[in-house]
């Protein structure tokens, strides 16, 4: 493991915060008082984009011919970090930069990545994920969206749920069933659709946080060509394991409030029994959060070693999301049950820390879910890291139509 930069990556992140200086205060101004998912947030977001694409810190590994920045995994981990720093990363190109152009760039024709991806770095366009349903989640090759081949085009019927930013999004990337005559994952294909067809129909799934990021969407009808198809007729599965690959990166660790915070907060309020930090059970809870997010600061190292050195980051990047999502879950509960009843204001004009913790209470269920469950994860964790038996998986071998919600 090597804690210090190399005199590259040293000068990289010198030139990135030079870069930032310059510009991040200027763009920042921009977002003022804009309520996250709004148009106009949303334009702040999209300039943002452009000023970085412009500059080549989008998509900083692709190459520099289609858009990105020509660089290395690690000076995108190094950009990322000085851009948290400077209060500028934003979410909404997430996951069509982090998961579904890089799979129209592995498996569509070269005049489709013409026509997407440059427009997708700079943020003019945006793409979503559309793989959940009701009855596919974390077994995602149970879905049963159907696509029927009809000339040279294909017409889809179905449902997916969970769809972050569908009502916002241009394009997605849409995981179907094409033969429920094989075992589940062999009869799956990939399309790229336009949102905007009137045969899609996005409806908003309302959060208890008030936001309205995911969506269910219903096709009715929706008819694509079949030069939309990515990959292979029947090799939906492999074309998704491209995309979840990616998406394992790109959820990454937790956004909120850390335990050098709560320290704060409980130094500040106090109890029938006295100031919160004295409190012996809360101390305790304190040394667990130190001792995890040096055992995480120090996983993240040895990612960083393995993209230092060109290398990529193994399955064990799945321990640092379930070790951050449970954290930021604890300490939001520890936290807004120390604010007693402040602890209900989530105003951040009223509520302590400026509803921090409210904040993350509220989203840090959705993060033990989002990218692979808890469940999931270690189950990962368990055959690829520590070579354990594998899960058991009865419906492997049968053909999808057999199963019970194959019908
Ligand atoms: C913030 C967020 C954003 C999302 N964005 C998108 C998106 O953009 N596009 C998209 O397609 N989807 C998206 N999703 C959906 C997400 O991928 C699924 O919610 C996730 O895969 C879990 O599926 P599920 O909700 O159907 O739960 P289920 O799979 O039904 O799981 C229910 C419970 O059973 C457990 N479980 C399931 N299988 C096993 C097993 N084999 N062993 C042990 N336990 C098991 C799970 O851990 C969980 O506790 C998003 C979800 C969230 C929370």
């Not at 989008?58 to 948290?84: H, L």
């Not at 349903?133 to 995602?140: F, I």
């Not at 071998?397 to 019970?404: E, G, L, S």
Request: hydrophobic fraction near 40%.
């Amino acid at each position: 493991m090597d804690f210090n930069d190399s005199p590259e990556e040293a000068a990289y992140r010198e030139k990135a915060r030079a870069w930032l200086a310059e510009n991040a205060a200027a763009h920042r101004a921009k977002f003022g008082e804009l309520k996250p998912n709004t148009p106009e947030h949303m334009a702040a977001a999209k300039d943002w984009q452009a000023t970085k694409a412009a500059a080549g810190y989008a998509c900083i590994t692709w190459p520099a011919a289609i858009g990105g920045g020509g660089g290395t995994p690690i000076q995108s981990v190094i950009f990322g970090q000085e851009e948290g720093k400077a209060g500028l990363g934003y979410g909404y190109f997430t996951i069509g930069l982090g998961m579904c152009v890089p799979t129209v760039m592995a498996f569509a024709d070269g005049d489709t990545k013409k026509r997407f991806v440059s427009p997708a770095v700079k943020g003019e366009e945006i793409w979503c994920q559309l793989f959940s349903e009701p009855a596919g989640g974390s077994d995602v090759a149970a879905l049963r969206t159907r696509a029927v081949k009809d000339g040279d085009e294909w017409v889809i019927n179905g449902q997916k749920v969970w769809t972050t930013g569908a009502h916002y999004c241009d394009y997605g990337i849409l995981l179907t069933r094409t033969d429920p005559d094989v075992p589940k994952h062999k009869g799956l294909t990939m399309f790229w659709i336009d949102m905007r067809d009137a045969a899609v129909e996005c409806r908003p799934i309302h959060q208890m946080s008030g936001g309205r990021e995911f969506n269910e969407v219903y096709f009715t009808d929706l008819r694509v060509k079949d030069s939309q198809r990515l990959g292979e007729v029947g090799q939906g599965w492999q074309v998704a394991l491209v995309t979840l690959m990616n998406e394992r990166l790109a959820v990454g660790g937790s956004a909120g409030p850390n335990y050098r915070e709560i320290m704060k907060l409980a130094r500040e309020l106090s109890g029938a029994t006295g100031p919160a930090l004295k409190d012996q059970a809360f101390r305790e809870k304190l040394a667990d959060w130190y001792v995890q997010s040096e055992g995480l600061k120090f996983t993240r190292f040895r990612t960083m070693t393995a993209l230092s050195r060109g290398q990529t980051p193994g399955p064990e990047s799945s321990i640092g999301k379930i070790i951050s999502a449970n954290q930021l879950q604890d300490l939001a509960n520890t936290a807004v049950e120390m604010e007693d009843q402040y602890g209900i204001l989530s105003d951040p004009e009223t509520a302590p820390a400026e509803a921090a913790f409210q904040q993350s209470l509220m989203w840090a269920p959705g993060l033990r879910i989002a990218g692979g469950t808890d469940e999931i994860l270690k189950n990962i964790i368990a055959e690829r890291v520590l070579g354990l038996p594998g899960d058991v998986r009865v419906d492997k071998d049968v053909p999808f139509k057999d199963m019970p919600t194959g019908r």
